[in-house]
């Protein structure tokens, strides 16, 4: 079969480029935004791209469009496609039917951390010889792929709650159905498809639906949102993690912490990770990994060589005795747990933070309320203001002088480097390429 992805650049959907042309289907792809690391991962699995959304690339005659998420109505090509009647379905609809109906899923959803609990759950059923198929909403270090397919029942995958299409409102993970469901953590998100936090929590209501009664839900005891929605209804087992939960951290260590199961010891975490968020996905991956039939203390021996993932607190280089990170944080919750990791990994040094709010919910302003306070623990604050429908100055304003905004990129660049010196940390946070401000800022700095 031939494809046509359009969307493809997404990580989302540069997965299913990945797993379609793994799976022998000719594969070509489309968006307007072009950026590493999928665009550079697109190109060495030789899936051709083309620049933007052309109604001409009809006459490629695909036997079937994918349309990715941020595909609307008004798109050229799309409107060509609905005109002339030609086959088209989503990329969760595509996976569903073509790769995990007759898989184990193990489907890992939440607000925050799905990107590195997913990666981890995959390479521990990888280090205990499960060969696990995966989609992961990033590139993760130990596989160097953000997807791929295997020949084995088992398929983790990232189980985002934003919406399918425009075509399909439901949440992409409605379409999974996981015999294993990890719930990281839920809270209000993606304001420009989500009136209130009820209505995420109906679509994780619809999540937990499809889990069967043989399978395991794996939730975050300590938020109640997510036990708000159990309370609705399950008909699935629940092993639970935080405190007063089946999955515990027992004693803290300088490169780790100990995992207890109902109160027994199941094993020692050795690694470079850092942030309490991280310990809480490591619980999470490890119970959803014991689940598909990977030991508990084969899970913790896997941490020991996990790597993360591409844009998690990734270090990009050290310039004159700055060290500049990349991080994918772009909700306010997000942003402050990233800061406090990295705070507790430095101590006193300086942290410089640069943020792009660039997520939709960012841009509306839906979450401004919190942004001063998330970026409290930084030293310095430089924020880019471009395309804001609100007041980032303003908004920041609570942090005082420490804070500074600009609607002009190499305005903003200028001022980071000039106020930089030996021994700080500059924590570069975006969802997106951020006009490639890290390596720029290296080379200033070099």
């Not at 990890?182 to 619809?206: G, K, R, S, V, Y």
Request: aromatic share 8%; proline share 4%.
């Amino acid at each position: 079969m031939y494809i046509h992805i359009l969307g493809i650049c997404g990580t989302f959907m540069g997965g299913i480029a990945a797993i379609a042309r793994a799976a022998g289907h000719k594969v070509t792809g489309c968006d307007a935004n072009v950026y590493p690391p999928m665009s550079t991962q697109l190109e060495a699995q030789g899936i051709a791209l083309i620049e933007g959304f052309s109604a001409d690339q009809i006459t490629l005659d695909p036997d079937l469009f994918v349309a990715g998420n941020v595909v609307a109505r008004g798109n050229p090509l799309m409107e060509e496609i609905l005109n002339r009647g030609l086959p088209y379905m989503s990329g969760p609809q595509w996976l569903s039917e073509m790769v995990l109906r007759d898989k184990w899923v193990l489907a890992v959803a939440g607000t925050h951390g799905k990107t590195t609990t997913t990666s981890m759950l995959a390479w521990m059923l990888e280090y205990g010889g499960l060969n696990p198929g995966f989609l992961v909403g990033g590139v993760p270090e130990n596989f160097a792929v953000s997807a791929r397919i295997s020949g084995t029942p088992f398929f983790v995958i990232e189980a985002d709650e934003y919406d399918t299409g425009f075509f399909d409102k439901r949440s992409k993970f409605v379409h999974y159905r996981p015999r294993t469901a990890i719930l990281n953590n839920l809270e209000f998100d993606h304001a420009d498809i989500f009136a209130d936090l009820a209505a995420i929590e109906t679509q994780f209501h619809h999540l937990v639906r499809t889990v069967p009664g043989n399978g395991l839900i794996v939730s975050n005891g300590n938020d109640a949102n997510l036990e708000r929605v159990l309370q609705r209804g399950c008909w699935t087992p629940i092993e639970r993690y935080g405190v007063a939960a089946e999955w515990q951290t027992g004693k803290r260590y300088a490169d780790g912490f100990d995992v207890l199961f109902n109160g027994t010891m199941q094993g020692r975490v050795r690694w470079e990770l850092f942030g309490e968020h991280n310990v809480a996905n490591a619980l999470a991956a490890i119970a959803g990994a014991r689940h598909a039939g990977v030991p508990a203390k084969v899970a913790i021996e896997a941490l020991t060589t996990f790597k993360n993932v591409k844009r998690r607190m990734e270090i990009k280089g050290v310039a004159k005795g700055v060290t500049v990170y990349d991080d994918f944080a772009h909700h306010p919750t997000a942003i402050a747990t990233t800061i406090a990791g990295l705070r507790a990994k430095i101590g006193n040094a300086r942290l410089i933070a640069v943020l792009e709010p660039r997520s939709n919910t960012l841009k509306q302003g839906a979450l401004k309320a919190q942004l001063a306070d998330s970026l409290n623990e930084a030293d310095q604050v430089f924020c880019y203001s471009a395309g804001l429908s609100w007041d980032a100055q303003a908004t920041l304003a609570p942090l005082g002088a420490k804070a500074s905004t600009s609607e002009n990129f190499d305005g903003l660049l200028a001022a980071v480097v000039a106020a930089v010196r030996a021994g700080d940390h500059v924590l570069i946070m975006s969802n997106g390429g951020f006009g490639g401000i890290h390596d720029k800022l290296l080379g200033a700095l070099a």
